[in-house]
């Protein structure tokens, strides 16, 4: 895991800022918190929780539920797996192993340059092209271990997709 970085508040006051202090808040402001740092800063959420009056353990919950949020840094770049079933038969599991060789990290990690955070992921409902990796917001189908280096654009791999 990497140590949560000093963050710099300024941005999150301005978050705070165009919401009114109220719970009902609390959703869109961790949305557009997770956007601007790309993660949910802890000393964050304490501003947050304290500037809207709602318990931090409250904060702490809302913001685990939702995938959609990170406790720790990202990388600049997220890689997903799909591990569904169609995919699962036909491969991913070999891509998370390349992965975790290419990078250094296995699923739910970042790399220590925070460049790229591994996830594995259900059917994305691409299930015609499995396997499935995900590679920020490009979508490789029929995806194959040797092709990983390329598909994370670090020029190895040999094979066009
Ligand atoms: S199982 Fe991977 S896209 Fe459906």
Same mark, same amino acid.
């Given at each position: ?20 202090? =109220? ?74 192993? =390349?992965? =975790? ?35 920020? =917001? ?24």
């Amino acid at each position: 895991m990497i140590e949560q970085p000093c963050v710099d508040l300024a941005k999150a006051m301005d978050i705070l800022g165009r919401y009114p202090a =109220e719970e009902p808040s609390l959703i869109q402001v961790l949305q557009d918190v997770q956007r601007a740092y790309n993660y949910l800063p802890c000393d964050v959420l304490v501003k947050v929780a304290d500037a809207l009056g709602v318990p931090l353990a409250h904060v702490f919950s809302v913001s685990t539920f939702y995938k959609a949020f990170a406790l720790d840094p990202q990388g600049d770049t997220i890689v997903k797996v799909c591990t569904g079933t169609a995919c699962h038969i036909r491969g991913a599991g070999q891509l998370v192993e =390349e992965l =975790e060789r290419t990078l250094g990290i296995k699923p739910d990690q970042t790399t220590d340059d925070l460049k790229f955070t591994v996830k594995t992921v259900n059917c994305v409902g691409a299930c015609a092209m499995a396997p499935v990796m995900i590679v920020g =917001e490009k979508y490789w189908g029929n995806a194959k271990a040797a092709r990983v280096g390329k598909y994370l654009g670090k020029g190895s791999g040999n094979d066009e997709n």
